[in-house]
C-alpha cells in the first residue's frame, strides 16, 4: 500500500503518461533499472511489485533546492543533487532518446533521415519530405 504523496503536485503515478512526469516514478525507475526509459514507463513496469513497493515507501517534496535522498533499511542515507529539467539532455543524450522514440515509430533508416533534415532545418525549402517521414510505418 502507498502512503500519501505528490509528484509535481499530483497523486503518483497511475498511468504510463502520469510516469513521465513523476519525480517520484523517475527516481525509483532509476533505482531499479538504473535510468528512465519508455521501456519502464508501462503499466507493467509500474505496477511491478517492487515499483509499487518502493512508490509505497516512497515521499517526495517539491523543493527549489532540488536533491534526491534514499534512506535504506539500513539506515544509510544517500544524497544528490538533481540538476534542472533544462540541463538534463545533453546532445548525445538527445540523440539517444530521439532514436528509442522514433524508431519503434517509424523504423531506423526513416529515423536517421528525420535527424538529417531537422539538423539543417534552417535549410530546408519545403516540409514535405519530413512530414512524409514522419507518418508511421503501416
Given at each position: 500500500s502507498r502512503i500519501s504523496g505528490q509528484t509535481t503536485k499530483r497523486d503518483f503515478p497511475t498511468t504510463e503518461l502520469?510516469?513521465?512526469?513523476?519525480?517520484?516514478?523517475?527516481?525509483?525507475?532509476?533505482?531499479?533499472?538504473?535510468?528512465?526509459?519508455?521501456?519502464?514507463?508501462?503499466?507493467?513496469?509500474?505496477?511491478?511489485?517492487?515499483?509499487?513497493?518502493?512508490?509505497?515507501?516512497?515521499?517526495?517534496?517539491?523543493?527549489?533546492?532540488?536533491?534526491?535522498?534514499?534512506?535504506?533499511?539500513?539506515?544509510?542515507?544517500?544524497?544528490?543533487?538533481?540538476?534542472?529539467?533544462?540541463?538534463?539532455?545533453?546532445?548525445?543524450?538527445?540523440?539517444?532518446?530521439f532514436f528509442a522514440c522514433a524508431e519503434p515509430i517509424v523504423g531506423k533508416e526513416r529515423a536517421v533521415r528525420i535527424n538529417e533534415i531537422v539538423s539543417e532545418i534552417e535549410q530546408l525549402g519545403s516540409v514535405r519530405e519530413l512530414t512524409a517521414l514522419l507518418t508511421p510505418n503501416q
Amino acid at each position: 500500500s502507498r502512503i500519501s504523496g505528490q509528484t509535481t503536485k499530483r497523486d503518483f503515478p497511475t498511468t504510463e503518461l502520469e510516469c513521465k512526469f513523476s519525480p517520484a516514478f523517475v527516481a525509483i525507475a532509476a533505482l531499479v533499472d538504473g535510468q528512465l526509459t519508455l521501456d519502464n514507463c508501462t503499466r507493467d513496469f509500474l505496477f511491478r511489485p517492487d515499483v509499487q513497493d518502493l512508490l509505497g515507501r516512497t515521499t517526495y517534496v517539491d523543493s527549489a533546492t532540488g536533491f534526491i535522498r534514499v534512506l535504506t533499511k539500513e539506515g544509510e542515507t544517500f544524497e544528490s543533487a538533481s540538476r534542472p529539467v533544462r540541463d538534463l539532455i545533453v546532445p548525445d543524450e538527445s540523440l539517444v532518446k530521439f532514436f528509442a522514440c522514433a524508431e519503434p515509430i517509424v523504423g531506423k533508416e526513416r529515423a536517421v533521415r528525420i535527424n538529417e533534415i531537422v539538423s539543417e532545418i534552417e535549410q530546408l525549402g519545403s516540409v514535405r519530405e519530413l512530414t512524409a517521414l514522419l507518418t508511421p510505418n503501416q
